[in-house]
């Protein structure tokens, strides 16, 4: 639901970027054939465009891991299922995509059914259809219904048939249909119907300048243009001759061609996408080249292997932030409806021979509630030289110290100087560390 949110929400950005544009610089302008490609690669963007999301690297510092719980215990759970007003919301989408694909499919029977009364006559490149049944004549598709009554006079008939003619020839269709898609799955969406009523308005007026190119006088095209009425609804893939602003179309067929230096205004486009890109964009966390080879991508943050006891649900957070502040403090940024801060502070301290071993606590300060962010195990970290010999319940041990859990030692031991080498000999002479762990009852 999220995603498709997301998507419609891009979609809805890029078509209200190219109709501004539009309706601000471009509409009153007499270069129709660019209108229609700007138009055009409008819908293109629209659909294409939000399905891509630019990233950038981050370097990200290995010296704290973020980990996936071990276990079920230790992880956050979410809520499953989804809330109630989703739900809703999904089946009135879904109730209204169902109800335009119902209508389409119900005006294209009704062509069909037309088409099939009246027949046909194959023409080179279209189809013509003459009926009584239309008071308006109109194309869709290669076919061109026109009206066959007598009320209309042979003059007006010729010029009508030229013009849906043009429609036919230019493709006209192929633009309708890809704006009428939109229409169907951004139905709630106001702005994709204006841009289709903009398609449709700019098709009138490369018709009509190709009716007008042929040689027929300016004032009789008018004259026709405004006497012919619009009789019946006409199927939303269909382009009709008097449709669409006829005084409207009349004045733009005396207007002045416009300058084609004007048609740069469409790059104010290109600011536009790139801050949309900008605002839409996520970073990927990577290890700088040279550092330890990651194995765990979180995510989108990807850290090295190192053991530690902070863990995290993966997947519970959208963006991360990771910045190294000392070369021993590590800050995490984590946002859930919100945001929460860990700040974790590991110090490594080598043990001098004949010292004892210092204990270091890891510290966690949680502005929000834990819940909400992640789970912290605060473990005491026993940093030891690879030298010294440690023993656990008298078994001498060879992995890190660090993966035996806190709660399990009953007691610690270190012998150090002569105490150590008279017990283990030249091995022990950095240090001996004996680990008791509790009777398991």
């Known amino acids: 639901m999220e995603q498709l949110a997301i998507y419609l929400l891009k979609s809805t950005i890029c078509i209200s970027a190219f109709l501004g544009v539009y309706w601000c610089f471009l509409k009153n302008e007499t270069f129709y054939r660019f209108n229609r490609y700007f138009l055009l690669t409008g819908l293109v963007t629209a659909v294409l465009l939000p399905l891509y999301t630019y990233t950038f690297e981050v370097n990200a510092v290995p010296a704290a891991t973020i980990l996936p719980a071990s276990s079920q215990n230790d992880m956050v759970e979410a809520t499953a299922g989804l809330p109630l007003t989703h739900m809703f919301l999904i089946v009135v989408y879904a109730l209204g995509i169902v109800f335009l694909g119902l209508r389409y499919f119900i005006g294209l029977n009704k062509l069909k059914s037309l088409i099939r009364k009246y027949g046909f006559t194959e023409m080179k490149g279209y189809r013509l259809v003459k009926t009584n049944d239309l008071k308006s004549s109109f194309s869709v598709f290669n076919y061109i219904l026109v009206n066959g009554s007598a009320e209309t006079s042979e003059i007006e008939k010729k010029l009508i048939f030229e013009h849906e003619l043009a429609h036919v020839k230019q493709f006209h269709w192929l633009d309708l249909l890809l704006s009428q898609l939109l229409c169907v799955f951004q139905w709630f969406n106001p702005l994709i119907w204006v841009y289709t009523y903009c398609i449709k308005q700019n098709h009138e007026f490369l018709a009509d300048t190709a009716v007008l190119e042929q040689g027929n006088p300016v004032g009789l095209y008018r004259a026709a243009l405004l006497n012919h009425s619009l009789g019946t609804p006409v199927f939303a893939l269909s382009s009709s001759f008097a449709h669409y602003d006829k005084l409207k179309r009349v004045k733009m067929m005396t207007k002045a061609a416009s300058a084609a230096a004007r048609k740069q205004i469409v790059l104010v486009l290109l600011p536009l996408l790139a801050v949309f890109l900008w605002a839409f964009a996520k970073p990927i966390f990577v290890i ?12 989108g943050v990807i850290v090295p292997k190192v053991p530690s006891s902070k863990r995290i649900v993966p997947g519970l957070s959208t963006h991360h ?8 403090i590590v800050q995490v940024k984590l946002q859930k409806k919100g945001s929460a801060v860990i700040k974790v502070e590991s110090k490594e301290v080598k043990m001098k021979p004949k010292e004892q071993a210092p204990v270091v606590t890891e510290t966690a300060s949680l502005p929000t509630p834990i819940s909400e962010a992640v789970v912290v195990t605060p473990v005491k ?9 440690v023993y656990l319940d008298g078994q001498e041990i060879h992995y890190d110290i660090n993966q035996i859990k806190s709660e399990t030692i009953e007691s610690i031991h270190v012998l150090k100087g002569t105490s150590a080498t008279d017990a283990y000999g030249e091995r022990g002479k950095d240090g001996v560390v004996l680990i008791t762990s509790k009777k398991q009852l």
């Open 288 to 299: 700088a080249p040279g550092e330890q080879a990651p194995d765990l991508n979180v995510s």
């Open 321 to 328: 932030a990771v910045k190294k502040v000392l070369p021993d």
């Open 381 to 389: 970290n026993t940093a030891i030289k690879p030298s010294v010999l």
